[in-house]
């Protein structure tokens, strides 16, 4: 039996190096689901929107190569968290560049839904009349992290190698 020559040793290091360096994918999404479409009957329920008269601010990192709208979307959902809200009413964005970092601020009113009841004959005159309002919610887009060359480089000499470590073998 051969002994592992520090060529060996050297493959074997780069193809561990190679599968260890993944990178991880982190996602939020703020989404819901109207129940309106064929076959689906329901009785509306009307809710009371509390807004906050105090605006809050919130500063949050944005992974390089993240496009602006899954910023702004990410940003919403931290700061919906962190607020204990169910919406933020009037959001204003930020975004600052700097060399190699990127921060989104983003301030607004916090509001949270209350007082769920079933609907009323006041409500639905508010309904003719057009004052209800639909919130735009969107799924923010996942962005795979880029860990840059090294990765590709060290992908591309794991496979040199082992085609090397094999044709010598043979």
Do not use: W
Not at 12 to 35: E, P
Not at 152 to 159: C, E, F, M, V, Y
């Amino acid at each position: 039996m051969k002994k592992m020559s520090f060529f060996h040793y050297l493959l074997f290091f780069t193809a561990v190096l190679s599968l260890g360096s993944c990178s991880v994918q982190k996602s939020v999404t703020a989404k819901s689901m109207d129940i309106y479409g064929s076959g689906v009957i329901h009785k509306p329920v009307i809710a009371d929107l509390e807004v906050s008269s105090t605006k809050v601010t919130g500063t949050y990192n944005v992974i390089n190569g993240t496009l602006f709208d899954a910023a702004k979307n990410e940003a919403i959902a931290l700061l919906i968290k962190d607020n204990n809200a169910d919406v933020i009413v009037e959001p204003k964005f930020e975004l600052v560049q700097t060399m190699g970092s990127s921060k989104i601020t983003i301030t607004g009113f916090p509001a949270t839904y209350k007082n769920f009841r079933p609907i009323e004959k006041a409500d639905i005159e508010l309904l003719n009349v057009g004052i209800v309002q639909k919130a735009k919610v969107e799924e923010p887009k996942t962005v795979k992290k880029k860990n840059g060359i090294l990765i590709g480089i060290g992908t591309a000499l794991t496979a040199i190698l082992l085609g090397l470590l094999i044709s010598t073998a043979i």
